[in-house]
C-alpha cells in the first residue's frame, strides 16, 4: 500500500513584509497523532493552514501523496482542518448555527460520519440549534471536535482543541481521539497550550519557535533528552561544566539545572557526585527551550 | 462586548459603503434614460431600477456569499468550486429578476386596477423585487447551508428552465417595437450586459488567493 | 538535597515497571494474556505506539512473548526473571536512598539495621 504522506517542501508565510513562518520541511506520516506545540505567534496556525491548502504560501511546495494539495479537491476531501471558531465572521456576526455548520462539512467530506456526529453531539450535550456566536468558548471547541471526528478524514488537524474546555471535557476529548484512533488509524495534528496531560497522547510532538520548525521527534526520545541534575550548587556545576544548560534555578545554595544531553553523557558527568537526576516534564522542556522564563526573570 | 459592538458597526459602515457605491453607478445612469423622450421615460426608467436592483443584490450577494465561503474553505472547498457556485447564484438570480418583474404585473393589477409594469408606477416593482430577493436570500442561505453547492447546481438547472420560461413570457407580452427599441438603446443594453458580468469576475479576482480565516 | 519538582519517568517504563509489578503480585500469572496495547493505551488515555513500546520492552527481556494473531504472553519463569531483575536493581533504588537518608539523619550502622530488623519483624502492610 503506498503511503500518503503531507509533505510541506521550503515553505514559507510572508504577511506583508514580514515572514512568518521561515522555511519550512515537514513531513506528515499516516497513523500517528502528532502534536503541534508552540507559543502564541509562534507560527502554528499559519502553518496548519498551509498544510491543509486554505492558505497560500509564499514559497515551497505542499503535497499529499504526491500530489498538490491547493485547490485539489481530491486531497482537500482527505484533509480535515478544525480550525478554532470565531463568534465574529469577516462580515458580521457567526450566525450559523451548529447544526448547519455540520451540514455544511458533511457536504464536503466524503468519509462523513453522521452517526458518529449525533453520537458526540448527543455525548456533549451540545445545543446544535444555537448560532456559533452565542455560544461558549468550550462548546465552540466542542463543535470543532465533532467536526474533526465526524469527518473521518485519513488526515484530521486540530487546532486547540481543548481551549476553554474544563479538564473533565479535556480527558473526554483526549479518549475519544484514542478510541477513534485505535479504531481507525487515522492521522491526528493536534495543536495546544495545555501540553502535559496531552503529551501522553502523541506519539511525536512538533515544536515551533518564532516561525521556525525547531523539532519534529518521537515524544518519548525527545523527553528523555533532558535531564535535572540537582544538589549544592558548585557540585552541580562541576557537573554540568561540559554539558549544556537550558535552565537554572535555586534556593541558597540548592541548585537545580535542566541540561540537554544523552542520558549516557549525563550519567557520565554526575558520576561519583552528590546529585540527583531526574526526568524533565514535557511542559517544562517546552518552556526551557522557547525562551519562556525570560518573563519569569523580569518579574 | 466592546469588541463586538465595533464590530457591528464595522459591518454597518461597510454595508453602506456598498449600497453608495452601487447607487453611484446606477443614478447617472438613470438620469441618462431619463432624459429619454416620455413616451419611453417609463420604461426605462423601470429598466434603471431594475439594473439598479440587480447591482444592489448583486453586491448583497457577494457579501452573503463571502460569509458563506469561509466555512466553505475552511471544510476543503476550493476556490474553484465557490466560484461556480457564486454563477449558479447569478443565473438563479437573474432568473428570479425577470420572474419578479412578470409578478410586479398582476400585483399592480391588484393595488391599481391596471397594469403597471410598462407605464406606471415603479414601486410595485420595487416591492415584488425585495420581497423576490428577501426569500431568494433566505433560500440561498439555506441551500447552501445544508446541500452545498452540489445541490445548488441542480436548483440551477430547475431555475434555467424558468429563467427562459420566463423569457419567452416577456418577448410574448412585450410589444415588439418596444422590444425593438429596448434593444437599439445601447445605455439600457450596456448596463444589462455589465450588469451580467462583475461581481463574479471581480469576486473571482479576489477569491483566487484568499485565505480562508477561523 | 531537595529532588527536581517532577519525578514522572518515560510513560513507556511505566507501562512496563506496572506489567512487572503485576506478575511480581500474582496478578498475572505465567502463561496468561498480558493486557493488550489498545487496553492499555485506552485505560491509561495513553498513545497506543506508547503502550506497544512498554509491551515490546517486556518481550526483549523475555519477560513476555508473542503468540501470533494472539497478542502478547506472560512467558514461563516471568516472576523469577522479574525478581532477578528488581532484585539487581534493588541496592540503587532503594537501598542506597535509604542510605544516603540515614546519613543525613546521622543514624550509626547499629541503630540502622536494627530498624531492619525491626521492620522485617512487623507483619507486611499488604
Redesign the interface.
Known amino acids: 500500500m503506498e503511503q500518503k504522506n503531507l509533505v510541506a517542501a521550503g515553505v514559507t508565510k510572508k504577511y506583508k513584509n514580514v515572514e512568518v513562518l521561515h522555511p519550512t520541511d515537514i513531513t506528515i506520516e499516516p497513523g500517528k497523532i502528532y502534536g503541534l506545540i508552540g507559543r502564541n505567534g509562534a507560527g502554528k496556525t499559519t502553518l496548519l493552514s498551509l498544510l491543509t491548502g486554505q492558505n497560500p504560501q509564499t514559497t515551497g511546495t505542499v503535497t499529499y501523496a504526491g500530489q498538490k494539495v491547493w485547490e485539489n479537491e481530491d486531497a482537500l476531501g482527505e484533509i480535515c482542518f478544525a480550525r478554532e471558531l470565531n463568534a465574529m465572521l469577516m462580515f458580521g456576526p457567526n450566525s450559523f448555527k451548529g447544526k448547519h455548520y455540520l451540514e455544511m462539512a458533511a457536504c464536503y467530506y466524503p468519509n462523513w460520519d453522521k452517526a458518529y456526529a449525533q453520537r458526540l453531539i448527543a455525548d456533549f450535550e451540545l445545543d446544535t440549534k444555537k448560532k456559533i456566536s452565542k455560544l461558549s468558548k468550550g462548546m465552540m471547541s466542542m463543535l470543532t471536535i465533532v467536526l474533526a471526528l465526524a469527518s473521518r478524514a485519513p488526515i484530521t488537524i486540530l487546532d486547540e482543541p481543548v481551549a476553554g474546555l474544563d479538564v473533565a471535557m479535556r480527558d473526554r476529548f483526549y479518549r475519544l481521539l484514542l478510541d477513534d484512533y485505535q479504531k481507525t488509524g487515522r492521522t491526528f495534528v493536534v495543536s495546544t497550550h495545555i501540553i502535559e496531560e496531552a503529551s501522553s497522547v502523541f506519539e511525536e510532538i512538533i515544536l515551533l519557535d518564532k516561525g521556525n520548525l525547531v523539532e519534529k521527534l518521537n515524544t518519548d526520545e525527545y523527553v528523555s533528552q533532558f535531564h535535572y541534575i540537582s544538589g549544592k550548587d558548585d557540585v552541580v556545576d562541576q557537573a554540568t561544566s561540559g554539558l549544556k544548560v537550558l535552565h537554572s534555578e535555586g534556593l541558597g545554595r540548592q541548585k537545580t539545572v535542566c541540561v540537554r544531553a544523552q542520558k549516557q553523557n549525563v550519567l557520565a558527568a554526575a558520576a561519583g557526585l552528590d546529585v540527583e537526576l531526574a526526568p524533565v516534564p514535557l511542559q517544562k522542556i517546552f518552556v526551557y527551550v522557547t525562551g519562556g522564563e525570560k518573563e519569569e526573570n523580569l518579574a | 462586548m466592546m469588541r463586538?459592538f465595533r464590530?457591528?458597526i464595522r459591518?454597518i459602515l461597510?454595508y453602506i459603503g456598498i449600497m453608495v457605491l452601487a447607487m453611484l453607478v446606477a443614478i447617472p445612469y438613470m438620469t441618462i434614460v431619463l432624459h429619454e423622450d416620455t413616451e419611453f421615460s417609463m420604461l426605462s426608467y423601470q429598466a434603471a431600477t431594475y439594473f439598479m436592483l440587480l447591482l444592489f443584490s448583486f453586491l448583497f450577494i457577494c457579501?452573503f456569499n463571502?460569509?458563506n465561503l469561509?466555512?466553505?474553505?475552511?471544510?476543503?472547498?476550493?476556490?474553484?468550486?465557490w466560484f461556480r457556485a457564486m454563477l449558479v447564484n447569478k443565473i438563479l438570480f437573474a432568473a428570479g429578476g425577470i420572474a419578479a418583474i412578470l409578478l410586479a404585473t398582476p400585483v399592480a393589477q391588484i393595488f391599481y386596477g391596471q397594469p403597471v409594469v410598462f407605464g406606471g408606477s415603479v414601486f410595485p416593482l420595487f416591492a415584488a423585487s425585495a420581497l423576490f430577493m428577501a426569500s431568494y436570500g433566505a433560500m440561498l442561505g439555506y441551500a447552501?447551508?445544508?446541500?452545498?453547492?452540489?445541490w445548488l447546481a441542480i436548483g440551477t438547472a430547475v431555475f434555467f428552465i424558468v429563467l427562459i420560461g420566463a423569457t419567452v413570457l416577456l418577448l410574448v407580452f412585450l410589444p415588439t417595437e418596444r422590444l425593438a427599441t429596448l434593444a437599439s438603446n445601447p445605455w439600457l443594453v450596456a448596463g444589462l450586459l455589465i450588469a451580467c458580468i462583475p461581481p463574479e469576475f471581480i469576486g473571482w479576482l479576489v477569491l483566487r488567493?484568499i485565505?480562508?480565516?477561523? | 538535597m531537595q529532588a527536581p519538582l517532577s519525578g514522572t519517568t518515560s510513560i513507556y517504563l511505566q507501562i512496563a515497571n506496572l506489567v512487572e509489578d503485576n506478575i511480581l503480585k500474582d496478578i498475572l500469572l505465567e502463561e496468561e494474556q498480558a493486557p493488550s496495547t489498545n487496553e492499555l493505551a485506552r485505560l491509561y488515555a495513553i498513545n497506543p505506539a506508547t503502550a506497544a513500546k512498554g509491551l515490546n520492552l517486556l518481550a526483549d527481556e523475555g519477560i513476555l512473548y508473542k503468540k501470533r494473531g494472539l497478542g502478547m504472553f506472560v512467558a514461563p519463569g516471568a516472576k523469577t526473571m522479574v525478581q532477578a531483575k528488581r532484585k539487581e536493581a534493588f541496592k540503587s533504588t532503594y537501598i542506597q536512598p535509604l542510605v544516603a537518608e540515614a546519613k543525613n539523619l546521622g543514624l550509626t550502622q547499629q541503630e540502622l539495621t536494627h530498624m531492619l530488623a525491626e521492620a522485617l519483624q512487623e507483619p507486611s502492610e499488604t
Open positions: 463586538s464590530n457591528q459591518y461597510q457579501i463571502s460569509s469561509m466555512p466553505a474553505l475552511q471544510f476543503g472547498a476550493t476556490r474553484k468550486g447552501s447551508a445544508r446541500y452545498g453547492a452540489k488567493k485565505p480562508a480565516k477561523g
